[in-house]
């Protein structure tokens, strides 16, 4: 069998295809779009649960790696218009584009800034859910084989955690921060520290988690009626709802299982729209409780 026949349950994406409707949540504007794709090693992505288990839908390819979307958001309002990430951005070396299995059928970050009229200098400000390559890469550019800021305007807004902890990671972790991907936003002074959870703006939020890594960002968007929470890789993918399935990447594992009981139960409870930075085919989803009363994936929400 080949690859694309075996390789993903549901649709195969579309060429160029981008998530262009908005959804509307009190002020907000939010876009949600594809920055690329790139592949994990399905082992590393679902930690302990075993493949037998995890590839029941015949998600992994000839090598074993999951694909996944690089998600990301635009939202606009009180005059801002904000990036949360950036995907992995266009950097890598051929031998690494192969490793990571990083294609741009699904759209770029350049690409949707055109199909949305705006030009880079347009975005006010990036909020990062944190540093590791895939989210941040594409906040740099390459400007005669050197990395450069892609977003010169903009604020570049991270925890000081995550920002500290990426500079000095322990040897388990470092390979999933790239120094070119990071030293130029700090060379050129783009970085805003935040310290812990703040309203970012009225009715937006950014909530810390610490499991996945140090000062992981989170996004909560709320109007007191409607609520969405962007959970950024606290849940990579819907199959990481279930408890176990928590990455081989992870920094402090049974942090983050906490940190998924405590969320999940809060979306459960406040009927949150919950939005995944990697699950190939759900943008966003309401959850439920099914009959052994876990937490589960609910209604999905066209987005
Ligand atoms: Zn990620």
Known sequence: MGMSERFRPGREPRLGE??????????????????????????????????????????ADENNRVAMPLRCLLIEGHGRKILVD???????????NEMYGISFAR???????????????????IIFTHLHFDHVGGATHLVAGQPWP???????????????????????????FAAHDIQPLVSENLFVCL?????FLPGLWILEANGHTPGLQMIKI??????????????PTVMHISLPYIT???????????????????????NWIVAMPHDWNISAMYLKQNERGQIVKGEEVDV
């Open 107 to 125: 759209g770029t970050l350049d690409g949707f800034l055109e199909m949305q009229n705006l030009k880079r200098d347009d975005i006010t400000d």
């Open 222 to 235: 709320t109007d007191g009626k409607q609520t969405l929470w962007y959970s950024a890789d606290l849940l």
């Open 18 to 59: 981008t998530r262009k409707d908005n959804m509307k949540i009190g002020e907000y504007n939010i876009t949600f779009f594809d920055a690329g794709e790139f592949r994990l090693d399905g082992g590393s992505l679902f930690g302990p649960v075993p493949r037998v288990v995890w590839n029941r839908g015949n998600i």
């Open 150 to 176: 892609t977003f010169h305007k903009a604020r570049h807004i991270v925890q000081k955690k995550q920002l500290d902890h990426s500079l000095k990671p322990t040897e388990r972790d470092r390979g999933s």
């Open 248 to 270: 081989a990447y992870d920094y402090d594992p049974i942090t983050t299982l906490k940190e998924k009981k405590n969320f999940l139960q809060q979306a459960l409870d406040g």
């Open 86 to 96: 950036t995907g992995v951005g266009h950097k890598g070396s051929e031998s690494y």
């Open 195 to 199: 310290d812990g959870d703040t309203e």
